[in-house]
């Protein structure tokens, strides 16, 4: 009996439909599986959040195990060794290196990262990427070492900028554990946390589908925008601060994905985004993974905070060139991420008022550099920039 409420609970929380109707809101299944476990309502005001919900499952190591195991926790992860630099690479002064361990909704950015870099005059150092679909931190961290691309990379100190994705359970331990291995190792790395957008709009109901995002408006974005930061967010930006301040500097920042997607949800229910007539444009099923123009701004926001600068003037990604006003779009994507990863103080990027463009024309790319700010150092103009880039965020140490 017991077993079988646990099943039932930690279903409510992924939203498997095992006791409530299909398309039944969120709220209701929190207020079933506050009828099971009423010592979950932590604050005892007769109402269950989700922040409460996750905060009991991740007190109660049953729950958790077996939430990790309905989330892929036993599926081998799939490793891509470090591709080989683009054609010119060589010649461009040397970024950091950057290895990404994630989930569906951020793998794609390691595909997309090097040719970004390569158009901003930087020479992307690719140091290996590991994917486990659904997963969270921890489930790469208990990769067996024989297959555990990102323990090694580590290890052997290969690693300048780590990305990890986090799932829906927080604390994620796994955060902590690949950040004290890579910072013995590499006492400079910096370690960047993907804030993922809501899979599903945040309805957890088996009945949500793609087709209901359309449905969206102004007021709707941004109650969901409220609610996901004063429980899923808070939840990171307190174990992003609990580890910075164990280690003694800003190791680790948080990528503001959700905030830009959010953002440019806006402009398309406003009618503002060139290209872009209906929310499903942005994403190819009902969980919410990317169609092109969504996994291009996820990828600026990428490069706005692994490089420290404006993504505003790169070229149109080959991906969106048959989506429509294509170089409008683009402009707009590569702003919106730029001022979300700006505006969000824990990503550790400040804009510098001096600049607002990162291209530059490819004479000059190896003379100059749009400037940014990692904690308010600033990244000089003049010559060898990607090398002083490299030696920036080196220093941060």
Request: overall charge neutral; proline content about 8%.
């Amino acid at each position: 009996m017991i077993a079988r409420v646990l099943w039932i609970l930690v279903a409510l929380l992924i939203g498997t439909g095992m006791s409530a109707a299909q398309g039944a809101a969120m709220e209701s299944r929190l207020a079933r599986a506050l009828e099971l476990y009423p010592d979950a309502d932590a604050d005892n005001d007769g109402k269950l959040t989700m922040a409460e919900a996750l905060g009991y499952v991740g007190a109660h190591p049953e729950l958790g195990a077996l939430l990790g195991e309905m989330r892929g926790g036993k599926r081998k992860p799939k490793i891509m060794p470090p591709e080989a630099p683009l054609p010119g690479a060589a010649d461009l002064p040397p970024g950091p290196r950057v290895f990404v361990c994630a989930h569906s909704f951020m793998i794609f950015t390691a595909a997309q990262l090097p040719a970004m870099a390569h158009a901003a005059g930087i020479g992307y150092r690719d140091a290996g990427r590991q994917m486990i679909g659904g997963s969270r931190v921890i489930q790469h961290w208990n990769v067996p070492d024989a297959e555990n691309m990102a323990k090694a990379a580590l290890r052997e100190g290969r690693v300048d900028v780590l990305t990890l994705s986090p799932h829906m359970l927080l604390p994620d331990e796994g955060i902590d554990h690949f950040v004290r291995l890579g910072i013995e190792k590499n006492p400079g790395l910096r370690v960047l946390v993907q804030a993922s957008w809501p899979a599903r709009d945040g309805e957890f109901g088996g009945g949500f589908r793609n087709g209901k995002r359309d449905e969206a408006t102004v007021e709707s974005l941004r109650k969901m925008g409220e609610g996901y930061r004063a429980t899923w967010l808070k939840g990171l930006e307190a174990q992003v601060r609990s580890l910075n301040a164990s280690i003694g500097r800003e190791a680790v920042g948080i990528i503001p994905v959700s905030d830009a997607v959010l953002a440019l949800r806006e402009r398309i229910a406003e009618g503002k985004a060139p290209g872009l007539g209906k929310q499903t444009d942005l994403f190819r099923d009902d969980l919410g993974h990317p169609l092109p123009p969504l996994a291009a701004l996820v990828s600026y926001c990428h490069f706005a905070s692994i490089f420290g600068r404006s993504p505003v003037g790169l070229p149109v990604p080959e991906a969106l060139k048959a989506v429509p006003q294509a170089e409008a779009l683009n402009r707009l994507l590569q702003q919106i991420a730029w001022d979300a990863v700006t505006g969000y103080p824990m990503s550790g990027v400040k804009a510098d008022p001096r600049s607002s463009r990162t291209a530059i024309p490819s004479t000059e790319r190896r003379s100059m550099t749009c400037i940014g700010r990692f904690d308010g150092s600033p990244l000089a103009h003049p010559p060898e920039a990607g090398r002083l880039l490299a030696a920036t965020l080196e220093a941060r140490s």
